[in-house]
């Protein structure tokens, strides 16, 4: 196999197995088996990001899954709107934002119980024991004046991998398989830093009547109701399942192991091609001004209320832990507006 690039894509071969840079997504389909996917792999972003509120590891691993699987999800937008993961439940960890801003910006944070973090005996406790119940929401933000979409989906102790699938599902209605990791590595720096990976890939058919969906839990049928027979999958599907359950998660952090090389790995026999990738930074959209202008929409009194000691507005930054430090009196109305 032969690397030919035209209009954006390459079919991998051996030779064009170079090493790749971190924070990339990576677009790819194998035809032979009507597959698309996209393959992320973080590195000093997810670690910026965790280093900078200091997590606990257990905390950091979990935030590392919800960031590479924003970026997996986010990188499908077709414009310049945003793409937010959020979770909310009754775990230690009880919320996770994560926000994908098209087309490369991604920023999140993590809240968590301190005391029963620090109280765990066990640190190999997997994502859904750490999440706990709640639901996962998944927002497509457009922006302007057009509507925001939402798939709602609930947690009751699974992983991230798992809630995804079910968020394909009953949502997109295609079949999908995600894949993510998260570990510290050794990168050649005094300490180890923190990586991220994932894997998605969709049966994609021209024909649709190949997609063959499972239905979704009946709730409340009636006792003795008939139960459908479940769908036979397609065998392109199944060996595509097949074939990305043989990866293991340092496949998808390890400096040495690229998306190429793993996508040439899984898919070499099908003939996989790859498209051009595109960058992923960290980066937070907030800045003083956009803070000033939430804080003039609070009432005078609410205000009030805000102000510290020093005599001081302060604000902090959820995702960046950036301060901002505000006098109330500039934050009167100004001269012309309504009082």
């Not at 970026?71 to 994560?98: C, N, P, W």
Request: net charge negative; aromatic share 6%.
């Amino acid at each position: 196999m032969v690397l030919r690039r035209t209009a954006g894509m390459s079919d991998l071969g051996p030779e064009s197995l170079i090493d790749g840079p971190d924070d990339r997504i990576l677009p790819f389909q194998v035809e032979g088996l009507d597959v698309r996917g996209r393959v992320v792999r973080l590195g000093p972003s997810v670690d910026a990001m965790i280093a900078r509120h200091g997590y606990p590891p257990i905390v950091s691993k979990v935030l590392g899954e919800a960031v590479a699987l924003t970026a997996l999800l986010g990188s499908s937008l077709k414009f310049e709107g945003r793409f937010q993961l959020q979770t909310k439940s009754d775990g230690l960890i009880d919320m996770i934002v994560v926000d994908f801003e098209a087309p490369d910006r991604v920023r999140g944070y993590a809240r968590f119980n301190e005391e029963g973090v620090a109280a765990l005996k066990d640190a190999r406790l997997p994502t859904g024991g750490l999440l706990g119940r709640g639901h996962l929401a998944l927002t497509i933000d457009p922006g302007g004046d057009m509507a925001r979409y939402q798939g709602v989906v609930p947690l009751s102790g699974e992983s991230l991998e798992d809630a995804a699938h079910q968020y394909f599902q009953q949502s997109e209605q295609i079949p999908t398989r995600v894949r993510l990791a998260v570990a510290e590595a050794w990168t050649g720096g005094s300490i180890p830093s923190w990586r991220a990976g994932g894997l998605l890939v969709q049966f994609l058919p021209e024909a649709g009547a190949r997609v063959r969906v499972k239905d979704l839990d009946p709730g409340d049928a009636p006792e003795g109701a008939a139960v459908p027979a479940e769908p036979e999958e397609d065998d392109a599907w199944t060996e595509a399942q097949a074939l990305v359950e043989t990866i293991e998660d340092h496949e998808l952090i390890d400096p040495m192991v690229t998306s190429e090389r793993l996508l040439f790995r899984l898919f070499h026999e099908r003939g996989v091609r790859v498209f051009d990738g595109s960058g992923v930074q960290e980066k937070c959209r907030c800045s003083r001004e956009k803070v000033e202008t939430m804080l003039r929409q609070f009432p005078e009194e609410d205000r009030r209320d805000m102000v510290a000691d020093d005599g001081s507005i302060v604000v902090t930054c959820e995702f960046c832990s950036t301060r901002y430090r505000f006098d109330p009196d500039d934050l009167k109305p100004r001269g012309g507006e309504d009082q």
